[in-house]
């Protein structure tokens, strides 16, 4: 069983479980999300990260458990009640309403005064870079335009917590990619704390300032995304964030800064002693682009040199992905940025091939 220790935050939930009939949708999760922080829930469909998020604003009930907001058990208010305001994919703007108008939205039906909810929708006109599409309706928006009046609206009421549903999942890749910045430096100049749901690991890594990738209810892993993906904790963190290869083997010995695992290649020494005794199974997790080729054999001082035939080549623009067969019938994704190693440039289809990675580029997979 793998636990996410709590730590103090500014909204935490503590043991917290939704069951439909006999699915445990959401299972014993306890986290804990600073203020002021970009939290992302990453997993795939039918993790539980939007229960898990449908549960933070109300629209959810737990089965057992507690989600404290600053201190104060939220568990059983209504959404209507809770300082949190929630971005669908949708936006679900009005779209008989202009981008000041939709603004407006909540502010009226708070009963703020009107001269005050002109000043804050002009505020956040201006934060949002949309005061010369004040008086436009929705349709007249682009993709990433309309985002940006949801986000403003969720904004407008000060909430104190702020929810993102698959935030830029109804948008082409190269306006996500844009967005992804605008809304992060909005976010941070406002100061409000965000947690978002995605399933998409290269949105996570981009705007959240740590990441929880969930799968089947449980939350597997915390941390950082440098963290989480350099040092996964299972194999499900290792395949499901990024590119990795798996490398099944036994433990030979293990020392604080030597580990050799017996592994179908052969030998592969990693950089780090694991809590694994001899003999024992485990896992080794190598990263594509941490991998060096080449036609030529390295210099002797190289560690986990192995040899292949390449028999794929895919070409990315500014990578080369090469996918190597090994003799027992093992294949091995490597990754090589182009322009830059010339003893790639001269690798194609059926070539033999050196390749290796330094010992401390290797993460041991226990589990």
Not at 59 to 83: C, H, K, V
Not at 183 to 210: C, K, P, Y
Not at 245 to 257: F, I, K
Request: aromatic content about 6%.
């Amino acid at each position: 069983m793998i636990h996410t220790q709590p730590e103090d935050g500014f909204l935490t939930t503590e043991s917290l479980v939704k069951r439909f009939g006999d699915v445990m949708a959401v299972n014993d999760v306890s986290l804990s999300i600073r203020k002021g922080e970009i939290f992302a829930l990453l997993g795939s469909s039918g993790s539980g990260k939007s229960t898990l998020l449908r549960m933070l604003a109300g629209f959810e009930t737990p089965s057992s458990g507690r989600i404290l907001l600053n201190g104060r058990d939220i568990a059983d208010l209504p959404p209507y009640e809770r300082p949190i305001n929630m971005m669908f994919q949708s936006y679900a703007l009005f779209p008989h309403l202009n981008v000041a108008e939709n603004i407006a939205f909540g502010l009226k039906r708070e009963g703020m005064p009107k001269d005050q909810i002109a000043q804050r929708v002009d505020e956040m006109l201006q934060l949002t870079r949309l005061q010369q599409y004040a008086s436009r309706k929705p349709h007249q928006l682009s993709g990433g335009q309309q985002q940006r009046v949801a986000l403003a609206r969720s904004l407008a009421k000060r909430p104190q917590l702020l929810l993102l549903d698959e935030p830029l999942g109804a948008l082409d890749k190269k306006l996500r990619e844009q967005t992804q910045f605008e809304l992060v430096n909005i976010i941070e100049s406002v100061g409000v704390t965000v947690v978002m749901v995605t399933h998409d690991q290269e949105e996570a890594m981009t705007m959240a300032s740590r990441i929880a990738v969930m799968s089947e209810g449980r939350v597997l892993q915390t941390g950082k995304p440098q963290e989480v993906y350099e040092y996964p904790n299972c194999r499900f963190v290792a395949e499901f964030i990024g590119n990795v290869n798996l490398l099944d083997g036994t433990v030979r010995n293990s020392e604080p800064s030597l580990t050799i695992v017996d592994t179908a290649l052969g030998a592969v020494e990693l950089g780090h002693g694991v809590s694994a005794a001899e003999g024992m199974p485990i896992s080794i997790a190598v990263r594509p682009e941490k991998i060096r080729i080449s036609t030529e054999p390295p210099d002797a001082s190289r560690r986990n040199v192995f040899r292949g035939k390449v028999i794929e080549i895919a070409y990315l623009g500014d990578v080369n992905v090469y996918i190597v067969l090994m003799p027992d019938g093992t294949r091995m994704k490597i990754t090589g940025i182009n322009s830059i190693h010339e003893s790639e440039a001269s690798i194609t289809w059926e070539d033999e091939v050196y390749f290796w990675w330094n010992p401390q580029a290797a993460v041991a997979l226990t589990q």
